[in-house]
């Protein structure tokens, strides 16, 4: 094995990674293609630039960035500290003036004696070095974001396989399931209810609360309720997209805005279509109709069909809000529209981001379907720290010891997401609904995240107290 680890990518994860292996005296390889080569989004020489907003979220105890933020604080993050020490002025966000945070991060990179930064691009081209030749001999970790060069991403399809590497222009909001009003929604499959018409509305009630046959939560609108809805729809203002991006997408994705400005009956025509369904509240079919598909398998998070889109954050919060039986909904995930490149971590890797049938390589950052600057910087952290349990086992020739962080713990949580069977997997932000359920029922949502985070950190002080008493003998 050689004497030191490789890292791929100079990004939030790979310069975390980096710090946490550099603090333990072991040597390390940082490959960076920039300047040779800058991807689409990329414009400076920099390691751990940030492309788009200079906000990492929230600094909140009761927000789910905000607890993970509070891990990393815990665990010596490099990449933390710095945005704490070059924070700038937004309210309870931690927000930073990004051409300073990426300068100071590259000049501590560079300062650290035993880290050497390789800028060259890898990948299966004449003129790079080949992924298989930094891999044959040590230990790899893949942080090269999600706009992965073509020359790489034929690599690691090559080790992953065919099915391996996936990319996707657009996702659609999730939400908390126990934010929708039940009282209004109603369980089934298109057709299903159509054929049970005749059957007394009584028996729709006792089976709304507990199908386990239908697959889709329905949330039916009548005439008024749509056309408000399609009308702020229309109005609502978007993100403006880089252009390789409106170049990509928009090929293959139509976000729901674009659609529904074609027409106010095109929604209701198209991923609004009523058609199949009763609701049981008239016996009546709806004028228009949302679909939620489960998306986990613990089943307390769900995906609007058919609703990609490009609008903003607080736009996508108000005008969905609008659609009868979200009026309260919590969103975990917002729809983004954007080019993202991700394995299907699932099936490739385990809990510490190692790749299961290569224990010599693992990956990080957004490349594993981590979704967001904070968790980036997370999966490097777990990557590295895991990194050095093999690097040192390995050299003892022992069985590698691997750091698995609680699950009740944001960082595990993210890292136990990427690692769980999910056919419909896609990226994922830190949220409290990946999280265990408490074991007391509360209905207040603040109080509630601030029990889980409180939760969380417990389990993070136990687990490092144990580390510690453990390292003295």
């Avoid at 971590?345 to 693992?362: A, C, G, M, Q, V």
Wanted: aromatic share 8%.
């Amino acid at each position: 094995m050689e004497n030191y680890i490789s890292i791929i990518g100079g990004g939030l994860a790979g310069s975390e990674a980096a710090y946490q292996i550099s603090k333990k005296g072991i040597d390390v390889k940082l490959y960076e293609m920039k300047p040779n080569k800058f991807s689409p989004a990329h414009n400076n020489e920099n390691l751990a630039e940030i492309v788009c907003s200079n906000s990492f979220k929230s600094n909140l105890h009761t927000n789910a960035c905000g607890l993970l933020k509070e891990e990393l604080r815990l665990l010596d993050s490099l990449l933390i500290k710095t945005a704490d020490e070059v924070a700038v002025p937004a309210g309870q966000a931690l927000a930073v003036d990004r051409e300073e945070f990426s300068k100071i991060i590259t000049d501590k990179i560079k300062s650290l004696k035993n880290v050497e930064i390789i800028r060259q691009e890898v990948g299966k081209n004449e003129n790079n070095v080949s992924l298989k030749e930094i891999s044959k001999n040590g230990i790899v970790i893949i942080a090269t974001g999600p706009l992965t060069s073509d020359s790489l991403s034929k690599e690691i399809i090559e080790l992953t396989g065919s099915q391996g590497l996936h990319f996707y222009d657009a996702a659609a909001p999730i939400i908390e399931k126990e934010s929708i009003n039940m009282n209004i929604a109603f369980w089934g499959d298109r057709y299903k209810q159509e054929r049970e018409k005749d059957e007394e509305i009584e028996s729709w009630k006792k089976r709304i609360s507990e199908d386990t046959e239908n697959n889709y939560i329905n949330l039916p609108m009548n005439k008024e309720e749509y056309e408000k809805f399609c009308n702020e729809l229309v109005n609502a203002e978007v993100v403006e997209l880089h252009n390789f991006e409106k170049k990509e997408i928009f090929e293959g994705c139509m976000p729901i805005e674009v659609m529904a400005k074609r027409g106010i009956d095109t929604l209701r025509f198209g991923p609004l279509k009523p058609v199949g369904f009763t609701d049981p509240r008239t016996g009546k079919r709806p004028y228009a109709i949302v679909q939620l598909r489960q998306d986990n398998s613990k089943g307390n998070l769900f995906n609007m069909v058919g609703f990609q889109t490009n609008l903003k954050f607080g736009e996508q919060k108000r005008v969905f809000r609008l659609i009868p039986g979200l009026e309260n909904a919590e969103f975990t995930k917002y729809g983004v529209m954007h080019r993202n490149t991700f394995i299907n971590s699932p099936e490739l890797l385990d809990e510490t981001y190692n790749l299961r049938k290569n224990e010599n390589i693992f990956f990080a950052g957004q490349i594993t379907g981590v979704e967001g600057y904070v968790e980036s910087i997370a999966s490097g952290l777990v990557a590295g720290l895991n990194a050095i349990k093999k690097f040192e086992t390995g050299k003892n020739n022992n069985e590698i010891e691997k750091i698995i962080f609680p699950q009740e713990t944001m960082i595990g949580a993210l890292s136990k997401y990427i690692a769980t069977p999910n056919k419909n997997f896609q990226p994922m932000n830190a949220n409290f609904g990946i999280l265990p359920d408490l074991e007391e029922k509360i209905k207040d949502k603040k109080e509630k995240y601030g029990k889980l985070a409180d939760r969380a950190l417990e389990k993070l002080r136990i687990m490092q107290n144990i580390t510690k008493i453990l390292q003295k003998y």
